[in-house]
């Protein structure tokens, strides 16, 4: 298994400070297998993506699929591939967006442009919102790509479930099939709020949720790394991942 790390987990004002390259030496010096490149993150893509070029396991695009009206946004899907592309990234990361019933038809569309680059493969992440971040339409969505012929896999983000009222344990054991992909994210709740923490200090039942799922899919950090010596924090955190699906 391996274990990667979502920029994200160093903070917008880490990141923007230092970029994501810098951030990637980071997370290499600490041991992670690997690095999930975050587009809302690049401060100049033009330059930023062709420097990270064969360092990234995965871009992940932070524009949704379809429209708010349903539509499939064909233009968004464009500039994730293109991203992936030049970073050499084999996956991409999206959420469905506005995927609804009237969508359906559109899915030969998206088989048809994924079939043209095939160099990329799509998963799709339950995000925090009610069209892209429910145990319902993460089912409808699946079901009904299955049955328009694609084989599209799931990132499975284990604390985006909460922000949507929904049971991550639930979540993970009826889309198990489907996953390629997880974000190990802890959760803790705010007066009105839910926060990203480190896994081991989550309230949610993570050991129980890491058992549902697959064990030899990559597993990336996504929750707030902080400390004097990143490296150090970071090298701790990798370990903890992966003695955690080892004994999960």
């Not at 390629?180 to 480190?198: F, I, M, N, T």
């Amino acid at each position: 298994m391996k274990v990667l790390i979502s920029l994200s987990s160093f903070g917008a004002a880490e990141t923007a400070r230092h970029g994501q390259w810098w951030c990637t030496e980071l997370g290499r010096q600490a041991g992670a297998d690997g690095v999930e490149v975050r587009g809302e993150l690049l401060r100049d893509a033009a330059t930023e993506l062709p420097a990270l070029a064969g360092l990234a396991a995965v871009y992940s695009s932070p524009e949704g699929l379809w429209t708010a009206q349903g539509q499939l946004d064909e233009a968004a899907l464009a500039r994730g591939l293109h991203a992936a592309q030049v970073l050499q990234a084999p996956r991409l990361k999206m959420a469905i967006g506005g995927f609804g019933p009237q969508s359906r038809a559109s899915l030969t569309q998206l088989k048809a442009l994924l079939d043209a680059a095939p160099q990329v493969e799509l998963v799709i992440e339950n995000d925090q919102t009610p069209t892209a971040g429910t145990l319902p339409a993460m089912q409808a969505f699946f079901a009904a790509q299955a049955q328009a012929g694609l084989d599209l896999g799931m990132t499975f983000d284990m604390g985006n479930w909460h922000w949507q009222g929904e049971c991550p344990l639930q979540a993970a054991q009826a889309l198990a099939p489907y996953v390629r992909y997880v974000h190990c994210k802890g959760v803790q709740r705010l007066p009105g709020k839910w926060v990203a923490v480190p896994l081991g200090e989550s309230v949610a039942p993570w050991r129980a949720v890491l058992r549902a799922l697959p064990a030899d899919v990559p597993h990336a950090i996504e929750y707030p790394l902080i400390g004097d010596d990143l490296v150090a924090v970071t090298r701790d955190q990798v370990a903890f991942i992966r003695a955690a699906r080892e004994v999960a």
